[in-house]
């Protein structure tokens, strides 16, 4: 699943890269999810096992279960300009 999850967000990357900042600011209640440096999100909590979106200077985390991943995926697809629809067909890709 991790695999598939930074398949997609590389590819959210490619089509949306002036507007992929926004997704920076997806959080959860205690971690950040997205930064642009390794060091900021393991700064942000423990075992967050951060690896870097490919072709992209992003950083996410990836210790988080599948059903997280997924509201990840619904999250940055609504920030890139998605509606309800697409975010959910963006989402079962995982």
């Known amino acids: 699943a991790v695999g598939r999850f930074?398949?997609?967000?590389?590819?959210?990357?490619?089509?949306?890269?002036?507007q992929f900042v926004k997704v920076t600011e997806i959080r959860g209640r205690d971690r950040l999810y997205f930064a642009a440096s390794e060091s900021e999100l393991s700064a942000s909590g423990s075992s967050t096992k951060p690896r870097q979106i490919p072709e992209s200077p992003?950083?996410?985390?990836?210790?988080?279960?599948?059903?997280?991943?997924?509201?990840?995926?619904?999250?940055?697809?609504?920030?890139?300009?998605?509606?309800?629809?697409?975010?959910?067909?963006?989402?079962?890709?995982?």
């Open 6 to 18: 930074l398949l997609i967000l590389a590819a959210l990357y490619r089509v949306h890269n002036q």
């Open 58 to 94: 992003y950083w996410v985390i990836t210790n988080s279960n599948t059903t997280r991943k997924k509201m990840m995926l619904t999250e940055v697809s609504i920030a890139l300009g998605y509606d309800e629809a697409d975010s959910a067909k963006i989402r079962e890709m995982l």
